[in-house]
């Protein structure tokens, strides 16, 4: 059900103007009006998609080209009556299935937890009485009240505001709460520039106010986000894509090896005219055990468990992965979109500089935490107006420094415990802030009697001073003072800092306490600080060729100030600007270094990212309010930092579990290394797999038994090759990881020269393993001839991938001792192996145990493997290193 549209540009009409259309009044609806709107245009609230289906989760595991062909080797298997070999493969393919099941059963929920930040309580007008509701039964009509302390149920109208301001971060980024007024605008107006409107889900900081409902449930502006949410598709991580990729053409050549091989092995056979039912199904069958040879049966587990191992590795330095194949994305992304508020500043007003006529100094520091120095002996009467002309309250709270009320105030009064001072305050009556006079006044009982202090905007404070303090006199405040005045306010504000002005008087009466002929103390100028590691941490991805990008929401010159003192620089861009420029330009506007964006909403956020990703970029993407969630879910990664909003952690992928930038640069680096991992992974299994497709293949083109059956193929695949290739999980990762730049999007998952030391040793192995078997019953047709012949090739396939483990590791140039699992793999490959070799389980294996000389003659072929790399590396290496170099210039 649709609720009825909300009227166009609320913000520019009257109340007047919008209570016919609302077909509502000052007086709110009644109690039957309100029934009868809830039963037409549906409760408050947002519209979610259907809860997560584990069934659904645990069948996306099997979405493989290369787990299609094991299922349909299984289905073969069972077929034929070949019931071990099928209950081995189903083993390992549950295995791993169960594996990725339950590392993603907690995927998206961005919706429920949307739906979930709604339902909260309003106080609104029915037949002419406040009553406390159930958020969800507002409907559009309604008056409600508001006051500090408030989530706003509904987008509302503001009919009256009392020195009200709105925290919006989580719609707009900006740091600081904006002032609410009730009067009408004559502009067209920015969602953060629109004061007289409230919004869904945002927080009242101060004061109080009455508004009319304007929008409900998917009407309002936190409904827009949650439709963004359900329109974005998740974008494939590089690893997918590129696994998807490798597996497609492998499965394409193994399909076309089996087709190939069964009509050769059938054709001879119709040659002869000796075509039987059980020739037929040996040819399949043949066909299936160099499928499964051909395909890294392990390959699924291998890279499910090492990016399950990086999950933990991340753990332990702060970052939670809510996505298990997002791990290795972080490692292959080349451009990081941040918001900047609650990522790369504090999210908490901090005063940098305070200024009187006599001195100025710096204020050290961040945060509302009162640690700092002040750099010179100032006037502490700056200090002390700004801690008792202030309705903010500082309080810790297990071990962290929180607020209440205006973080501007709050920040001031964080300055004064940096001086010294604590709160003795008598106030006696008080001229409440408004945006007119943009001031507010305390009358305060002192001993030398009673005292107005002030602080307000500069310009409009001035205006009532008549003299200044200058140390401990007071003197006249000139012109050229005033101008010097001013011109300190320009320098404060040309750095982005918001800046207050502060004076006093005596009161010698009642009539006396009025905001004119005040005594100018002095400035304060605050910002939202950067985050005191975002610095280096900005330098790290820069020198890992990473492109760092600033979306907010905040205003230009804040953006820019900020970017500047972090090292985000390159030409900016407005929310207003980004309204006029089409897909082209705006990607035009990117390819020339713009890395600023101000004054943003959602949708700008998504139009980057998708213009990035048009360009070929894999895009991560750091925030923390609901304004982030749609662009947190449609980048490459999404990284939400630990003290922001549900809504961002649930669309994200990563999130942050301190809030510190650094953690992404570090989670870059873990993705990076456990990438080269997965790649040592794949080789070994690759390369062996090679080795034993070549012997299957040229056994048949030669006239060869069958030198490997397909139980013995697995037993390959996921003991000797799995163990191992688990082992690479945990290997170290190299120091100039981080200076290298971010792997190409169109790279393969092995690169040329990868691919060229397995060709040559697969080439090498698969002769000495031809040459072993010819000598040891390959053409014989004595049955026990042929077995002696599969036991001597299936072990000296062993011991050549046992070779590849070390041979594969040097190639990544990791230290020969530095991972004792590697070693741990190989003794437990070589325990297994004499298992099934030496105790009843051979006659399972149908292998047959060997003697001294026997092993002897295997153990020679694996010297001369290790004596082949050896040949590989000398004469290759200085060609791969030109690669390597022309890569990173690319």
């Excluded at 009556?81 to 961005?110: C, K, M, P, T």
């Excluded at 992304?333 to 500043?345: E, F, N, R, S, V």
């Excluded at 002040?374 to 502490?380: H, Q």
């Excluded at 205006?463 to 006199?473: D, L, M, N, V």
Aim: proline share 4%.
């Amino acid at each position: 059900m649709q609720p009825e549209q909300k009227p166009p540009m609320v913000y520019r009409q009257t109340p007047e103007e919008l209570f016919p259309q609302l077909k509502t009044s000052s007086r709110g609806l009644t109690g039957q009006e309100a029934a009868q709107r809830l039963a037409e245009d549906g409760y408050n609230e947002l519209q979610t998609k259907t809860g997560i289906n584990p069934l659904l989760i645990f069948i996306n595991q099997f979405k493989s080209f290369i787990i299609y062909i094991l299922l349909f080797a299984v289905v073969f298997s069972l077929i034929i009556g070949e019931y071990v070999d099928s209950i081995i493969i189903l083993i390992i393919l549950l295995a791993n299935a169960l594996i990725g099941f339950f590392q993603e059963l907690s995927a998206n929920r961005s919706l429920e937890a949307l739906k979930k930040m709604a339902a909260i309580h309003a106080t609104v007008l029915r037949d002419e009485t406040w009553k406390n509701l159930n958020a969800r039964e507002l409907v559009l009509g309604d008056i409600i009240k508001v006051a500090a302390g408030d989530k706003t149920p509904a987008d509302a109208r503001l009919l009256e505001a009392v020195r009200l301001k709105a925290d919006e971060a989580i719609l707009t980024g900006e740091s600081v709460p904006t002032e609410k007024i009730s009067t009408v605008l004559d502009h067209q107006a920015h969602l953060g520039d629109q004061h007289n409107m409230l919004f869904s889900s945002t927080s009242v900081v101060t004061g109080n106010g009455l508004a009319l409902v304007t929008a409900t449930g998917m009407q309002t502006e936190i409904g827009s986000i949650t439709r963004l949410l359900k329109e974005t598709e998740e974008e494939q991580t590089p690893l997918q894509k590129r696994l998807d990729r490798f597996g497609k053409k492998l499965g394409s050549a193994i399909i076309a090896i089996c087709f190939f091989i069964f009509a050769l092995s059938y054709a001879k056979e119709w040659l002869t005219g000796t075509v039987t039912a059980e020739a037929f199904i040996a040819f399949a069958f043949i066909a299936i055990s160099l499928a499964v040879a051909a395909v890294p049966t392990a390959l699924p587990a291998v890279v499910t468990i090492a990016l399950s191992i990086g999950v933990k590795r991340l753990l332990h330095k702060k970052t939670l992965v809510r996505r298990l194949s997002s791990v290795e994305t972080l490692g292959s992304c080349d451009i990081i979109c941040t918001d900047k508020t609650g990522t790369l500043t504090e999210n908490q007003m901090t005063v940098r500089h305070a200024w009187t006529l006599a001195e100025q100094a710096t204020v050290g520091g961040a945060g509302y935490e009162p640690v700092g120095e002040i750099s010179a002996a100032l006037d502490p009467l700056l200090f002390k107006i700004g801690l008792l002309c202030n309705n903010s309250s500082l309080h810790e709270k297990d071990g962290e420094w929180q607020i209440t009320g205006d973080p501007t105030e709050a920040a001031l009064l964080t300055s004064a415990a940096k001086a010294g001072l604590e709160n003795s305050d008598q106030r006696l009556d008080e001229i409440p802030f408004d945006s007119d006079r943009k001031m507010m006044s305390v009358l305060v009982e002192e001993e030398e009697g009673r005292i107005m202090y002030t602080k307000g905007a500069p310009n409009q404070l001035l205006e009532r001073c008549r003299r200044i303090r200058s140390g401990a006199q007071e003197i006249e405040l000139t012109d050229k003072l005033r101008r010097e005045i001013m011109a300190r306010n320009d320098h404060y504000a040309a750095q982005a800092l918001r800046v207050l002005a502060f004076a006093c008087k005596p009161v010698a009466g009642p009539n006396d306490f009025l905001e004119n002929d005040l005594v100018f103390v002095g400035l304060q100028a605050m910002i939202d600080p950067p985050r005191q590691d975002v610095i280096e941490a900005i330098a790290r991805t820069r020198q890992a060729g990473i492109r760092v990008i600033m979306i907010t929401g905040d205003y230009q010159e804040t953006a820019r100030a900020i970017g500047k003192e972090i090292g985000i620089t390159g030409q900016l861009c407005s929310g207003t600007e980004m309204d006029r420029l089409d897909e082209q330009t705006l990607i035009n506007k990117l390819e020339k270094g713009t890395n600023i964006f101000s004054r943003v909403v959602p949708e700008h956020k998504q139009r980057i990212i998708s213009a990035l990703q048009q360009m070929g970029h894999t895009v991560a993407m750091t925030g923390d309010g609901v304004n982030d969630a749609p662009a947190l879910k449609k980048a490459n990664i999404g990284v939400a930092v630990g003290s922001g909003t549900e809504v961002a952690k649930e669309a994200s992928d990563f999130v942050l579990l301190d809030d510190s930038f650094t953690h992404i640069v570090n989670a870059i680096e873990e993705g990076r290394g456990i990438y080269d991992n997965i790649q040592k992974s794949i080789m070994l299994l690759l390369s062996g797999n090679l080795g034993e497709v070549l012997i299957i293949f040229l056994a048949v083109i030669l006239g060869f038994n069958l030198p490997l059956t397909a139980v013995l193929l697995l037993w390959i695949n996921m003991v000797t090759d799995g163990a191992p290739a688990l082992a690479y999980s945990v290997d170290p990762y190299g120091r100039e990881i981080m200076s290298r730049p971010p792997k190409p999007k169109d790279e393969e998952i092995l690169p040329a020269p990868k691919l060229a030391i397995i060709g040559v040793l697969g080439v090498v192995g698969t002769f000495i393993a031809l040459t072993i078997f010819d000598m040891y019953g390959g053409r014989s047709d004595l049955p026990e001839d042929i077995i002696l012949g599969q036991t001597m090739v299936f072990n000296f396939v062993v011991i050549y991938e046992v070779v590849l483990v070390f041979v594969i590791r040097h190639s990544f140039r990791v230290p020969f001792f530095s991972n004792i699992w590697v070693w741990g793999s190989v003794l437990l490959s070589f325990t297994m192996q004499a298992l099934i070799m030496y105790t009843p389980l051979h006659k399972v294996f149908k292998v047959v145990p060997l003697e001294p000389k026997e092993l002897m003659v295997i153990f020679a072929g694996g010297l001369f493997i290790w004596a082949a790399s050896i040949i590989y590396y000398a004469i290759a290496r200085p060609l791969n290193n030109r690669f390597f170099t022309s890569a990173g210039k690319a």
